[in-house]
C-alpha cells in the first residue's frame, strides 16, 4: 500500500480510537488481519429510529489511492433502509462518491453513515423497493426496519406478526433472508410473499 495512504490511516485510526464517539459507545473501528487497507466499523443505530439499539457492522476497503479517492464502504449487517442495499450493503451517500474531499477522515464518514440512518433520502435512493414503502406508508417502513434491526442487528423490538409471518415462510422450506426479504418487499402481505416466492 503507498506510504502516503498506510500513514493516513494509521493517523485516522488513532483519532478514532482517541474519539468520545468510541468512548460513547455509538463508532467503532479495528483492523482486518492486521492490514490497514481492510478495516471494519461499527456503528450504533441512532436513537429515535427504527435502528436504535441495533450495532451495524460495515467493511471497509481503502484504497492506495486515499486520501485522493473514497474508501469503499458497504454494510455487512442487513439493514432495511432507502440508502443502503438490502442485497448488498451497498451504500448511496454523496461523499463516498462525487462529494468526498481529502479532508474527510475515517471518522467523519462513519458518523455520516450513521446520520444517514437518522436521514433517509428516499428520492437518492439505493434500494427503490425500500424507498418506495418509506415514501408510500412510513409507519409500515418503520415496522420493518424495526424487525430487521432486531433480527440482524441485536435490536431491542421484536415484531411478533412478522415474525410469525416469516416462520410460515421457513415451514415451508423457504430460506429465512429470503422469507425476510420477500415479505420485506411485499409489505408483509403473506400470499403476494409466497406467490413470489413459488413462481
Same mark, same amino acid.
Given at each position: 500500500?503507498?506510504?502516503?495512504?498506510?500513514?493516513?490511516?494509521?493517523?485516522?485510526?488513532?483519532?478514532?480510537?482517541?474519539?468520545?464517539?468510541?468512548?460513547?459507545?455509538?463508532?467503532?473501528?479495528?483492523?482486518?488481519?492486521?492490514?490497514?487497507?481492510?478495516?471494519?466499523?461499527?456503528? @450504533?443505530?441512532?436513537?429515535?429510529?427504527?435502528?436504535?439499539?441495533?450495532?451495524?457492522?460495515?467493511?471497509?476497503?481503502?484504497?492506495?489511492?486515499?486520501?485522493?479517492?473514497?474508501?469503499?464502504?458497504?454494510?455487512?449487517?442487513?439493514?432495511?433502509?432507502?440508502?443502503?442495499?438490502?442485497?448488498?450493503?451497498?451504500?448511496?451517500?454523496?461523499?463516498?462518491?462525487? &462529494?468526498?474531499?481529502? @479532508?474527510?477522515?475515517?471518522?467523519?464518514?462513519?458518523?455520516?453513515?450513521? @446520520?444517514?440512518?437518522?436521514?433517509?433520502?428516499?428520492?437518492?435512493?439505493?434500494?427503490?423497493?425500500?424507498?418506495?414503502?418509506?415514501?408510500?406508508?412510513?409507519?409500515?417502513?418503520?415496522?420493518?426496519?424495526?424487525?430487521?434491526?432486531?433480527?440482524?442487528?441485536?435490536?431491542?423490538?421484536?415484531?411478533?406478526?412478522?415474525?410469525?409471518?416469516? &416462520?410460515?415462510?421457513?415451514?415451508?422450506?423457504?430460506?429465512?433472508?429470503?422469507?425476510?426479504?420477500?415479505?420485506?418487499?411485499?409489505?408483509?402481505?403473506?400470499?403476494?410473499?409466497?406467490?413470489?416466492?413459488?413462481?
Amino acid at each position: 500500500m503507498a506510504n502516503i495512504a498506510a500513514k493516513r490511516i494509521k493517523r485516522e485510526f488513532k483519532e478514532v480510537m482517541k474519539s468520545e464517539e468510541v468512548a460513547g459507545g455509538t463508532i467503532k473501528l479495528e483492523l482486518v488481519n492486521d492490514s490497514w487497507t481492510e478495516l471494519q466499523g461499527e456503528i @450504533a443505530g441512532p436513537p429515535d429510529t427504527p435502528y436504535e439499539g441495533g450495532t451495524f457492522l460495515l467493511e471497509i476497503k481503502v484504497p492506495e489511492t486515499y486520501p485522493f479517492n473514497p474508501p469503499k464502504i458497504r454494510f455487512m449487517t442487513k439493514i432495511w433502509h432507502p440508502n443502503v442495499s438490502s442485497v448488498t450493503g451497498a451504500i448511496c451517500l454523496d461523499i463516498l462518491k462525487d &462529494q468526498w474531499a481529502a @479532508a474527510l477522515t475515517l471518522r467523519t464518514v462513519l458518523l455520516s453513515i450513521q @446520520a444517514l440512518l437518522s436521514a433517509a433520502e428516499p428520492n437518492d435512493p439505493q434500494d427503490a423497493v425500500v424507498a418506495k414503502q418509506y415514501r408510500d406508508d412510513l409507519q409500515l417502513f418503520n415496522l420493518t426496519a424495526r424487525h430487521w434491526t432486531n433480527a440482524y442487528a441485536g435490536g431491542p423490538t421484536t415484531i411478533w406478526e412478522f415474525n410469525q409471518k416469516v &416462520q410460515v415462510l421457513l415451514d415451508m422450506g423457504v430460506d429465512e433472508d429470503q422469507a425476510r426479504v420477500a415479505l420485506s418487499t411485499f409489505d408483509w402481505e403473506l400470499e403476494r410473499a409466497t406467490e413470489h416466492l413459488f413462481s
